[in-house]
T-cell receptor, first 113, second 108 residues
Framework: DVKVTQSSRYLVKRTGEKVFLECVQD?????MFWYRQDPGLGLRLIYF???????EKGDIPEGYSVSREKKERFSLILESASTNQTSMYLC????????????FGNGTRLTVT | RKEVEQDPGPFNVPEGATVAFNCTYS??????FFWYRQDCRKEPKLLMS???SGNEDGRFTAQLNRASQYISLLIRDSKLSDSATYLC?????????FGDGTTLTVKP
């Protein structure tokens, strides 16, 4: 069974702090993704990566960056947290190929005060 | 217009009922399709892939109509445990776009 692990279930940070959200998968998947989920807005793609040291912007990359130094780990970075980044953050991984479904971690609920 | 659109519901049905969800997508180049289930405050989990020929998994049947650009999910003999939000997902080039979800509540 695929396991995608996010480092924190709940996180509270202050405005202006630099925030790191970590995600690790154990199935040697090529592709990794970061989404945020907000009521009424659904899941929105922030960044994704198809390979180590590779990254692509998703639909809402502003205010975020990512790092993929190792295949199994994909980090989301909030350079200077703001209150509008309060959200549920979901990491996912998938094998390469267009027919590969996503496997999600259990999410990090981030509150920025 | 959203890339993937679903009727948000909610759908409230009695146990044993048959319920169907539809989802439309705007990009004709879409390559693969999935239904996910999401329970309250949990992550989405894959329910089933959707194939052009249609496919069935127990009480669940998924259909794809490429000409009309919609996919459907049929749940037969609904159980209380089917209560959840069902997300339609469309994939292009390995990038997935989610619908906003349809909420189902199955009542005794």
């Amino acid at each position: 069974d695929v396991k995608v692990t996010q480092s924190s279930r709940y996180l509270v940070k202050r405005t202006g702090e630099k925030v790191f959200l970590e995600c690790v998968q154990d199935m040697d998947h090529e592709n990794m993704f970061w989404y945020r989920q907000d009521p009424g807005l659904g899941l929105r793609l922030i960044y994704f990566s198809y390979d180590v040291k590779m990254k692509e912007k998703g639909d809402i990359p502003e205010g975020y960056s990512v790092s993929r130094e190792k295949k199994e780990r994909f980090s989301l970075i909030l350079e200077s947290a703001s209150t509008n980044q309060t959200s549920m953050y979901l990491c996912a991984s998938a094998q390469g190929g267009v027919n590969s479904p996503l496997h999600f971690g259990n999410g990090t609920r981030l509150t920025v005060t | 217009r959203k890339e993937v659109e679903q009727d948000p519901g909610p759908f409230n049905v009695p146990e044993g009922a048959t319920v169907a969800f539809n989802c439309t997508y705007s990009n004709s180049a879409s390559q693969s399709f999935f239904w996910y289930r999401q329970d309250c405050r949990k992550e989405p989990k894959l329910l089933m892939s959707v194939y052009s020929s249609g496919n069935e998994d127990g009480r669940f049947t998924a259909q794809l109509n490429r000409a009309s650009q919609y996919i459907s999910l049929l749940i037969r003999d609904s159980k209380l445990s089917d209560s959840a939000t069902y997300l339609c997902v469309v994939n292009i080039g390995g990038k997935s776009t989610f619908g906003d979800g349809t909420t189902l509540t199955v009542k005794p």
